[in-house]
């Protein structure tokens, strides 16, 4: 990450006309926590809401943790700096277990569960207890925008923000237009997220939105591939870096983003599209039933050491 780019993030949203100061984050597990650290290493100050303690002691662990790698790769010969930007910093987050106290934000995003009856359930929620000023957006990588966000009055202050794990790392962030997002929500929207440090692109709300779109089939033929013992997965991954140019192979990739969600992914996208290429993968399946989700649970495509 670039030091003068960290740096003058952090006077970037003060000029803004339309400035978000305050930022609130449902959900405080990798992708909130991720989203949260990155809010306040441009100066803002955030809220972390979740309704489990055990979860927000975690996200306040691991913010730490990759506050301090941040801090030595911006001040490597500078004790102070780095323990005053990762204290600063730290300073900026607050944690929550009630939704109710923590509204009062110019801007709300939701990085909770991917089952649309819940995230709609709390927006009608937020709708009805956050100020009138308020954005609300939902983090989500598959549902449609349009569909989370249909109780709700404001929808002219409502769109997607979809971020990317790991969120402290990954530039790029999807902005999603909901079918009566304003002009000005939009571009606010826009703004906060160059603001975080993201170079931000804009999909209307269609399935998989553009990169899901796109990695989805990718994955899923990497998948069935392997499958069929045409390749192994080694192999394959390899193929894609050396002969694609792609960073990570579909299988490393997997492991990383989780295959609970690829699975999720693909369902979703199938719902929406009944394109074949998206239909269930049996081997996908039987590994998450296995449990056998990738980093996270220490085994995915390849084994872990915790």
Known sequence: MNKIFVLTRKFSISTSQNAIKTVTVIGGGLMGSGIAQVTAQ???TVTIVDLEPEILNKAQKSIQANLGRVAKKLYKDDPGKIEGFVKESLDRIKISTKVEDSV???LIIEAI???LDIKQELFNKLDKLA???TILATNTSSI?????GSGIKRKDKFGGLHFFNPVPVMRLLEVIKSDHISEDTYQTMMEWGKSVGKTCITCKDTPGFVVNRLLAPYSAEALRMYERG?????DIDIGLKLGAGFPMGPFELADYTGLDTNKFVLQVMHEMTKHPVFEPIPLLD????EGKLGIKTGEGWYKYKK
């Open 286 to 289: 039987k590994m998450v039933a």
């Open 113 to 115: 569960v991917e089952k």
């Open 42 to 44: 441009a100066g803002q």
């Open 144 to 148: 449609s925008v349009n569909a989370i």
């Open 104 to 106: 009062n934000s110019d």
């Open 131 to 133: 100020p009138e000023h």
């Open 230 to 234: 045409d390749a192994t997965k080694e």
